[in-house]
Nanobody, 125 residues
Framework: QVQLVESGGGSVQAGGSLRLSCATSGYSYNPYRMTWFRQTPGKEREAVASLATNGRNTYYADSVKGRFTVALANAKNTLYLQMNNLKPDDTAMYYC??????????????????WGQGTQVTVSS
């Protein structure tokens, strides 16, 4: 059984930083794709950053390029999202998700079959 547990959310002022973590276990495919999504009430879930566990094909949403960095721990079971220069528009619930590396676009939330419970990020101006 796949389990994903996010942590690291919180409240910061604009310009601040946070690091989110997503601990995974029980995934049988290798390599696989791990992706951070975010969602605010009334809006669709947005893909933020993604990488494959074989180190290939790292992607970022245009809105976070140059500010966010996605990385995988050496054990390849913890995904990080380092978020710098945070803006109020970054306020959202952040989720990590996994799927196989092949298939549709990394931004296609419907293609991910395992999700964490989410961690809230709030950025004040």
């Amino acid at each position: 059984q796949v389990q994903l547990v996010e942590s690291g959310g919180g409240s910061v002022q604009a310009g601040g930083s946070l690091r989110l973590s997503c601990a995974t276990s029980g995934y049988s495919y290798n390599p696989y794709r791990m992706t951070w999504f975010r969602q605010t009430p009334g809006k669709e879930r947005e893909a933020v950053a993604s990488l494959a566990t074989n180190g290939r094909n790292t992607y970022y949403a245009d809105s976070v390029k140059g500010r966010f960095t996605v990385a995988l721990a050496n054990a390849k079971n913890t995904l990080y999202l380092q978020m710098n220069n945070l803006k109020p528009d970054d306020t959202a619930m952040y989720y990590c998700a996994v799927r196989e590396t092949f298939g549709s676009s990394w931004t296609d939330s419907a293609s991910y079959h395992s999700w964490g419970q989410g961690t809230q990020v709030t950025v004040s101006s």
